[in-house]
Nanobody, 115 residues
Framework: QVQLAESGGGLVQSGGSLTLSCVAS????????MRWYRQASGKQREMVAQ???????VYTDDVKGRFTISRDNPKNTVYLQMNSLKPEDTAKYYC?????????WGRGTQVTVSS
């Protein structure tokens, strides 16, 4: 069982930056796929960024060049650095973990970008 706790959301103006953190309750250092998803009001949840089991980062086209996913394995933490935020980035952001075939979700953190 892995528990995920996100933090770092908030209200920011368009063009601003935020860094989200996700702390896992157990190790994420070996063969663990970590992702950030988001869900805007009235829309489906979508993957934003992935740090796969090889440590390779993958991004959805909407955030390429603006968002950066990183992980600190000794701290069991994954981050999402978000720059040049736009109103359309407003959503609840969720941390996701795929470990040994099991999926885990955090409860999410709200990001609101004002125009």
């Amino acid at each position: 069982q892995v528990q995920l706790a996100e933090s770092g959301g908030g209200l920011v103006q368009s063009g601003g930056s935020l860094t989200l953190s996700c702390v896992a309750s157990s190790t994420i250092s070996s063969g663990v796929d970590m992702r950030w998803y988001r869900q805007a009001s009235g829309k489906q949840r979508e993957m934003v960024a992935q740090s796969n089991i090889y440590g390779v980062a993958v991004y959805t086209d909407d955030v390429k060049g603006r968002f950066t996913i990183s992980r600190d394995n000794p701290k069991n933490t994954v981050y999402l650095q978000m720059n040049s935020l736009k109103p359309e980035d407003t959503a609840k952001y969720y941390c996701y973990c795929l470990k040994w075939g099991y999926e885990y979700w955090g409860r999410g953190t709200q990001v609101t970008v004002s125009s």
